[in-house]
């Protein structure tokens, strides 16, 4: 179990990879963004995205998926109260095979809770190509390492 | 077709509402976040929740699904680079019927490109009894409107 005091700042970590297929970016995109480039095959070749992108929601949500399975299941972690930054930096598109990587920027005890502390987190989603895809900066409270008994 | 210049600085609008079922956080969250307090009902009622709640990332994509359908739809949109802030304040719970305020908080038209202008938006979610769950402030950049003929 990996605890608040486990994140120490500087580390990188990685994770992944996950492959999106254009299956699943036209199913997140007809729920959730349904823009002509998201999921019409046609309309999306003639864009000046040349063919069919993945929502950046959907980008952000494997994002986090990778974080969960990769890290967060085997964490003490106490939730997430947001992000200071997001940014879409390039396209994601069909076969594309996504890493991240997470560095602690920040590590800060609470001052009125001794058992969790603040960490701040910067996220790199990365593609094939070694291209930046996404970056996020994250807000998430964890628990302190219980004293050896 | 809204344009740049139809987004005065100060105005708010609203979109909504999207009543999120049971069924749909559990789907949500066993794809991208399948931490126990969105996945299993027994789990969730142990946990500080008392229940199963939303994933944070499942609010967000409802909101953009809101945005979509009910505003970028018939807009001139051009894309956003990314968020300047986003918050969870409150947990989402099935059942829980949702509407969007959107706010300009800035309208800046570009420097370098006479076709279109930056927009910050700061953006709302709030539920059935007018709390503010999810807030965020995002960049998007819109055509400006074509001179008349």
Redesign the interface.
């Known amino acids: 179990m990996r605890y608040f005091e486990d994140f120490p700042v500087g580390e990188i970590m990685e994770r992944g990879p996950y492959v999106v297929t254009r299956e699943e970016i036209i199913a997140f995109a007809r ?5 002509p480039f998201h999921i019409d095959e046609d309309a999306a070749g003639k864009s000046i995205y040349g063919g069919i992108i993945a ?3 959907h980008t ?3 994002c ?2 990778l974080m ?2 990769g890290l ?2 085997q964490a003490a ?1 106490m939730g ?9 930096k390039k396209p994601v598109r069909p076969g594309d095979s996504l890493r991240i990587r997470i560095e602690t920027l920040e590590a800060r005890p609470s001052a009125s809770k001794p058992d969790r502390g603040a960490l701040k987190l910067r996220l790199e989603v990365v593609n094939q190509h070694g291209e930046v895809v996404m970056t996020e900066v994250a807000n998430a409270l964890f628990a302190r390492r219980p004293p050896a008994p």
């Open positions: 729920q959730f963004d349904p823009q929502s950046g929601w952000a949500a494997i986090h998926k969960v399975e967060l299941g972690g997430s109260p947001g992000l200071d930054e997001l940014r879409w």
